[in-house]
């Protein structure tokens, strides 16, 4: 395990020159200072979560408080117990839950029940304008003012990253010039703006500072913002529609299709089917495998696990790594669909609802189901979900490519030893382990 060993704190006036590194001066340890940037990076994601959430205009007075408090106490010499540390990562997992769950609502009526979608990752002829990030307040608002001009037979919205799901939600999808997806994850987004013609906007994190090569069409909107692209304010897309009209025109290119956007509420009605199959050993094992892209030759692992899944197994994703295996056709069983993408790393609630309900209606603990979660972290968004799945009392989660550096080995060894806690490693050892667990479902 390859973990920071050293701090690095210089948020007070007691701070060495260059920041404390082993020891401050107030008491604080590595390992203290390790457990309260974790808790910090939970509450970043939470953050993001809650900040979408309340562009739609819902809010949480307990997601407030938590927020206030968790973050007051990783002030200078307020906590020092790192036990109520790893309590308030919990709770911040629990919370961030709660996040989840406002969001899902907020989307939900705001945009309508996502149903699963095929999206075209062709072309359509037009001039074309890509949104990237997660934000579909602003996707929305741009192809409402894009249609209120009268142009949505001249401009076609292309979705990057994780916009796909968009297309999933009634509302955007009744937009009929949300046309398709363009590129893959977030990583690759220097090579795919370069290569789209128009107009490009950045809503949320996951956006880079662009090349000379698009900068003069790149925007951003919302808390997203880089130093070489404009700036909407308000919402109001007039320079990036007027931007479109001026750039190139898209040919239409046929190139297949990707599914999004199962929700829980498209999946529940199939529960007493997969129960059946389950008993019939016709599912054997319920793979949850999702999470962040990031630019590291590690991420190989993901492709590779997905295909090694049994043919008689499932595989549940979210998020943005799921670029690197969507497109293959898993095929059916029984009329249930192998792989079920439920859209942003939020939707990831969805399945938790689902894991639930699995273990309820089997009547087993959340740790003895035949499932395993596999997931992959880039951000703290992700942070937050692990703090979830361990506040839920989830054991055995596998967790890649590489550990947090914001653990130091003591922290990693405890949440290893509390919560069984793995990283990945080779993906065919970690299958044959994971296929292991749960696989005898009683009647
Ligand atoms: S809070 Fe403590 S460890 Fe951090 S800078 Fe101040 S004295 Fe150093
Ligand atoms: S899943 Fe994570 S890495 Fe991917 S776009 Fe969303 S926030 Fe970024």
């Not at 953050?47 to 206030?68: N, P, Q, R, V």
Request: net charge neutral; proline share 5%; charged share 20%.
């Amino acid at each position: 395990m390859t973990v920071s060993l050293a701090m690095r704190c210089d948020q007070c006036a007691m701070s060495l020159p260059g920041g404390c590194t082993s020891r401050g001066v107030c008491g604080k340890d590595p390992d203290l200072n390790s457990l309260q940037e974790a808790l910090i990076y939970g509450l970043k994601g939470t953050a993001a979560y809650y900040y979408h959430a309340l562009e739609h205009g819902y809010k949480d007075s307990e997601i407030d408080e938590f927020l206030a408090k968790a973050l007051y106490t990783t002030l200078t010499n307020v906590n020092f117990n790192k036990e109520h540390f790893i309590q308030f990562i919990l709770e911040a997992g629990k919370i961030h839950l709660k996040a989840m769950e406002l969001l899902d609502k907020a989307y939900v009526e705001t945009y309508g029940q996502p149903k699963p979608t095929e999206v075209p990752t062709g072309t359509e002829e037009g001039h074309g304008i890509l949104v990237t990030g997660h934000s579909y307040k602003a996707i929305y608002e741009l192809l409402k003012q894009i249609k209120e001009k009268g142009l949505e037979n001249e401009i076609n919205v292309y979705t990057h990253s994780e916009m796909l799901p968009a297309h999933s939600y009634p509302v955007l999808k009744g937009f009929g010039n949300l046309c398709c997806n363009w590129g893959g994850s977030w990583v690759y987004q220097l090579k795919e703006f370069s290569q789209f013609p128009g107009p490009i906007v950045g809503t949320s994190n996951c956006v880079q500072e662009p090349l000379p090569t698009y900068a003069d069409r790149m925007f951003t909107v919302s808390v997203a913002g880089l130093e070489n692209a404009k700036h909407i304010n308000d919402f109001d897309f007039s320079p990036v529609i007027k931007k479109a009209l001026e750039t190139k025109k898209l040919e239409k290119r046929e190139n297949g299709k990707i599914v999004t956007g199962f929700h829980h509420t498209n999946v529940l009605p199939l529960m007493d089917k997969v129960i059946d199959l389950i008993h019939e050993g016709k599912i054997r094992h319920v793979f949850v495998i999702g999470g962040c892209d990031l630019p590291n030759s590690k991420m190989s692992y993901y492709e590779e696990l997905t295909s090694l899944v049994p043919k008689d197994s499932i595989i549940l994703s979210a998020a943005c790594a799921k670029f690197r295996y969507n497109a293959k056709d898993y095929g059916y069983i029984e009329g249930i669909p192998r792989f079920m993408d439920f859209g942003q790393c939020n939707n990831v609630y969805s399945i938790i609802v689902l894991a639930a309900e699995l273990s309820k209606r089997l009547g087993k603990d959340l740790n003895q189901l035949p499932v395993s979660i596999v997931l992959s972290w880039m951000e703290q968004k992700a942070v937050g979900i692990l703090y979830t799945l361990l506040y839920l009392g989830i054991r055995g989660i596998y967790i890649g490519p590489v550990l947090p550096q914001f653990f130091t080995s003591n922290i990693a060894e405890e949440f290893v030893k509390r919560f069984d806690l793995r990283l990945v490693s080779d993906p065919k050892s970690d299958l044959k382990q994971m296929l292991s667990k749960g696989i005898t479902v009683g009647n």
